[in-house]
């Protein structure tokens, strides 16, 4: 085929000559370096995804853990549709409709006092927007406390505050962080640790970390509650209760990153309600704007704010995305989107869960709601992490028409990620774990 032939898609007209321009001028951030060079997605809808060639794929991925309603639900167009005939564009020193609306609605979304609300357009913004108000509030700090294979984002800031990676050339411009042990049961319990004792242990530490572990009390300990890119870890009950309750014996805030965990995804609409904690602060982002950039806090009321010029972005508070937004909010209740973000995730489980007994490969399942992670490993013994039997997963699952999330981040890159729009129905799960079952065997079929 000729490279220079003209394809027309939607509006755009162009040729393949087009496109590897495009390629050679394009600066990546970010490749998980499997996905196949050539492919472009030119459509989305629910749970479901389209390339360019028209192959159709069950995301489980949501994107970026990031369509949580699914992908072009019309309400959520319609919302933005209508504000962009409005206004698409205000100074924040203004207020909009939908920013007053959204904030109300996210208030009330949130546990006990946590009734003020602040915006950006992401995450990894939307994280230094609380570490700055948790500075306000306990002036005169030391440095972040974090967990090991931690993720906030890649700002320069956030970068420093998450796990460091491999490729990180940034380490003279990050500010100063003590990270602390998680409770990773799975792998680094000590022998015969029960996974209650090993939440002890790793709370015992944040408690002395705070008071001997830094140069100036730390202002804050931020933590996700489930690690999503570190490797999908939920640690054990105990330690949600332990860690609230040192925090605020210290007088350290605590901020939960819910970028991940937010909107619905443990099938509560915040994990804090899920287990039963309410943090100081709420990170959300992601999911929250109904497949637009929208990030931010919900803060305690009773903590200071911000004093003119702490923090003002020029689209921070973007009409359109706080629109959709509020649409998004209510599609997730209309749709009962956390009863079957629950009843989906249960199922899916159930299975893994069946398909454990014949896999060796599978090493632990974790979740909860469709925030699911499968450890891989090729010996369930001594655990040797099975990191490229995770890539091939996904690889194969591209074939066979499921996008699979993998992680390469913090962890040993051995996890399988399903987490679908909350909108997925149980034909689409079943093909999703159907497909996973037969990649699995004709992975140990070779073995
Ligand atoms: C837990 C968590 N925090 C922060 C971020 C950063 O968000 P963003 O990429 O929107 O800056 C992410 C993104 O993956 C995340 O998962």
Same mark, same amino acid.
């Given at each position: ?6 394809? @027309? ?39 479901? &995804? ?32 209508? @504000?962009?005939?409005?206004? #698409? ?7 909009? &409709?939908?920013?007053? *609306? *959204? ?70 411009? *990050?500010?100063?962080?003590? /990270? ?32 001997? $572990? ?16 570190? #490797? ?9 209760? *332990? ?18 965990? $937010?909107?619905? /995804?443990?099938? #509560? ?35 200071? $704010? ?42 899916? #489980? ?51 028409? &499921? ?45």
């Amino acid at each position: 085929m000729s490279k220079n032939k003209s394809t @027309q898609l939607g509006k755009y007209s162009y040729s393949e000559e087009d496109l590897e321009a495009g390629r050679r001028a394009l600066i990546r951030g970010w490749s998980s370096g499997a996905e196949p060079v050539q492919m472009i997605f030119t459509r989305a809808k629910g749970a479901l &995804v389209w390339d360019s060639t028209g192959k159709e794929y069950i995301d489980c991925t949501s994107q970026a853990w990031s369509n949580n309603i699914g992908a072009s639900d019309e309400r959520v167009l319609e919302a933005a549709w209508s @504000q962009m005939q409005e206004l #698409t564009h205000l100074r924040s020193n203004y207020d909009s &409709v939908p920013l007053l *609306l *959204l904030s109300k609605e996210l208030a009330e979304s949130a546990p006990g006092k946590l009734n003020r609300v602040g915006y950006c357009l992401h995450g990894s913004m939307a994280v230094e927007m609380a570490v700055k108000i948790a500075v306000k509030n306990r002036p005169n700090s030391g440095p972040l406390v974090t967990l090991y294979d931690g993720y906030h984002g890649r700002s320069l800031a956030t970068m420093g505050w998450s796990w460091p990676h491999i490729n990180n050339d940034f380490n003279n411009l *990050l500010p100063p962080v003590v /990270r602390i042990q998680h409770p990773y049961v799975y792998r680094y319990a000590l022998p015969g640790e029960k996974p209650a004792e090993m939440a002890k242990r790793c709370a015992d530490i944040l408690r002395d970390t705070i008071r001997l $572990g830094t140069n100036g009390k730390p202002p804050a300990f931020l933590m996700e509650p489930v690690q999503g890119n570190g #490797t999908q870890l939920e640690f054990p009950r105990e330690y949600y209760h *332990l860690v609230r309750d040192i925090c605020t014996e210290e007088n350290v805030l605590l901020i939960w990153d819910e970028i991940q965990t $937010g909107m619905g /995804r443990c099938g #509560t609409m915040w994990a804090s309600e899920y287990y039963g904690v309410e943090p100081d602060i709420i990170v959300f982002g992601k999911g929250v704007g109904g497949g637009f950039p929208l990030a931010g806090i919900i803060a305690r009321e009773d903590l200071i $704010g911000f004093e003119p010029g702490d923090d003002a972005l020029t689209f921070g508070q973007f009409p359109v995305s706080l629109a959709t937004g509020l649409a998004a909010l209510h599609v997730l209740k209309d749709d009962k989107l956390l009863e079957n973000c629950r009843e989906m995730g249960a199922f899916a #489980t159930q299975r893994l869960y069946e398909l454990e007994k014949h896999h060796p490969l599978i090493g632990d399942i974790r979740g909860p709601g469709l925030n699911i992670g499968i450890e891989l490993v090729r010996d369930r013994k001594t655990k040797e992490p099975a990191a490229h039997e995770a890539l091939e997963v996904y690889s194969r699952g591209l074939d066979q028409g &499921v996008i699979f999330g993998t992680t390469r981040y913090g962890g040993i890159g051995n996890v399988v990620k399903i987490k679908p729009p909350l909108c997925i129905n149980k034909d689409q799960m079943n093909c999703v774990i159907e497909v996973f079952d037969q990649i699995l065997k004709e992975i140990e079929e070779k073995r």
